[in-house]
């Protein structure tokens, strides 16, 4: 009876110790199965820019939609951070009512495809810099999926250094051009007065053979969002100087936009000089300066983010 006993206990004790063994096996086997595998890509570039790295994916999780859409609503803090890096001092209503007229002419929603394992997606942001003068980064900056231009800065002439191909232009009222009609016209508005020029360029005139000035395609408009910049200058910045600079905030929206970044024609040239690469500097006094802006800051956020390999940064020949 006694000997029945031990063997039922130790059967049962055996038995025991299987079970758990085959559950923590099973609940292996299922978690290497279904759970998220460590070496799957997020896309099917070399390199990802937030693949494995929970600085920049916690970064870019806290930053807000980088363009505005008519669900885009920015509060009144976002709205007085703006408001106070322009001289109009209008109210948070007459901005409300001018972003809902915007949204009668313009796209209801930005097409900007996420990471997936089945594509690359390059960007080139192309800065203004002199140091792209002998570069030869014409076909190099051509080779991307979306070339960011800044401003008016020209590709006539210049094809061998800072090739031709644009498909996406940030500009302002001060620095708008005339685009092609394959090309994105991108609105960094600083101020209500740019978004109501925006309006008045677009609206059709009641003489049809009126010149409206700009040439764009209005259905490729996108218009950066105020509560990105305030986003840029808090979280980027660490809230030196008075605002972001164009080029500077059209590297972060680029982080957005693609899965691998370069970046061309920021910086100084190789004497040190600030200029552009299209103009001629015969004096010092000619150098460009940084203004609002905190260059030297700016500078060392993209220096970090080349070290972290997250953009590709060229400086020139």
Not at 35 to 40: G, I, L, T
Not at 45 to 61: A, R
Not at 184 to 200: N, P, Q, S, Y
Not at 294 to 313: M, N, R, T, W
């Amino acid at each position: 009876m006694k000997r029945t006993i031990c063997f039922f206990v130790t059967l049962t004790w055996i038995t025991a110790i299987a079970v758990f063994h085959s559950s923590s096996w099973i609940s292996s086997v299922y978690q290497e199965s279904f759970a998220p595998q460590e070496n799957q890509s997020l896309c099917a570039c070399h390199k990802c820019l937030t693949e494995y790295d929970p600085w920049l994916s916690g970064m870019m999780k806290a930053s807000p939609e980088p363009f505005l859409t008519p669900k885009t609503n920015i509060s009144e803090d976002d709205f007085k951070w703006w408001r106070r890096i322009q001289t109009d001092r209008r109210s948070f209503s007459v901005y409300n009512q001018t972003v809902n007229k915007l949204f009668q002419i313009f796209p209801l929603s930005i097409d900007m495809p996420g990471s997936s394992p089945d594509r690359c997606r390059t960007c080139a942001v192309v800065g203004n810099s002199g140091n792209l003068n002998g570069s030869h980064y014409g076909p190099l900056i051509d080779f991307h999926d979306i070339v960011i231009r800044i401003n008016q800065g020209p590709t006539k002439g210049y094809e061998r250094d800072v090739g031709n191909k644009t498909t996406h232009r940030v500009m302002f009222p001060v620095s708008a051009t005339n685009l092609d009609n394959s090309t994105h016209f991108v609105l960094f508005a600083f101020k209500i007065r740019d978004l109501e020029w925006l309006i008045k360029t677009f609206t059709p005139k009641k003489n049809s053979n009126a010149d409206s000035g700009l040439k764009a395609n209005k259905d490729l408009v996108m218009i950066l969002n105020p509560a990105f910049m305030k986003y840029v200058h808090l979280n980027w910045l660490g809230k030196k100087g008075q605002y972001p600079s164009t080029g500077f905030l059209t590297v972060i929206f680029s982080l957005y936009m693609c899965d691998e970044v370069s970046v061309f024609g920021f910086g100084a040239d190789k004497h040190g000089i600030w200029n552009h690469y299209f103009e001629k500097v015969k004096h010092l006094s000619q150098r460009k300066k940084t203004g609002n802006h905190p260059g030297s800051v700016e500078a060392e956020v993209l220096q970090d983010l080349y070290k972290h390999q997250k953009i590709s940064l060229y400086r020139g020949w």
